[in-house]
């Protein structure tokens, strides 16, 4: 494990069962939210996982495992992804919220030890989709977006459910596609976003 990590885990250790361990990092970490919607998005994945014939068991993980980096603090991301030797694009430097999703899978792999490359894919890109995703990436970006975490109903619900009758890609062109008109409003456009719209428009 990275020395940087060490210390963020106080005594925790993990036993195995993924869902009890992220549970309890965040509990430790006083990140109360972000365990309740953690479950949430665990379920929402698992039945989408069920629904399209990916993987339930990789969903699943994935999706308890996607937000761990919350423990964390936001002010410390952009300090924390240097140190942890990723490369920082010019869009997470002006905004590293976004970091958190490859930060959740630098915690996944060397602090819960997941091997999967495509676990480990499905939560560095949660938040924004990537060029050629796997429907394991899209289960795991769209459970996020129904386990919406505010108060109401999410904007963008109605046709994602509808969406999600034809196909995952139709559902996460819906989502991206309600970001994309957003554009200008956002912290910073990742090039990733942009990507993964360009090619699921291309492909619909
Ligand atoms: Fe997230
Ligand atoms: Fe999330």
């Not at 210390?7 to 509990?27: I, Q």
């Not at 495992?65 to 694009?89: F, M, N, T």
């Not at 919406?148 to 989502?175: F, N």
């Amino acid at each position: 494990m990275h020395p940087y990590l060490r210390p963020l885990l106080g005594g925790w250790r993990a036993t195995g069962a993924v869902g009890a361990d992220v549970r309890r990092l965040l509990a430790l970490r006083d990140c109360h939210a972000t365990a309740a919607h953690s479950e949430a998005v665990a379920e929402a994945a698992s039945r989408l996982a069920a629904r399209y014939g990916v993987p339930e068991r990789a969903a699943e993980e994935a999706a308890w495992l996607h937000d761990v980096s919350a423990i964390i603090p936001a002010e410390k991301r952009l300090d924390a992804a240097r140190a942890l030797g990723l490369e920082v694009l010019p869009e997470e430097a002006a905004f590293p919220m976004i970091l958190h999703q490859r930060l959740s899978a630098v915690l996944a792999g060397q602090v819960f030890g997941v091997e999967d490359p495509a676990v480990l894919s499905a939560i560095a890109c949660h938040t924004t989709l990537k060029r050629g995703a796997s429907t394991l990436d899209q289960v795991v970006f769209l459970a996020d977006k129904q386990a919406w975490d505010q108060p109401g109903l999410p904007p963008y619900g109605a046709d994602l459910a509808r969406a999600l009758d034809e196909s995952l890609e139709a559902a996460s062109l819906v989502y991206l596609s309600y970001l994309w008109e957003r554009r200008e409003t956002l912290g910073a456009l990742h090039p990733w976003l942009r990507e993964a719209y360009e090619d699921l428009r291309a492909r619909s």
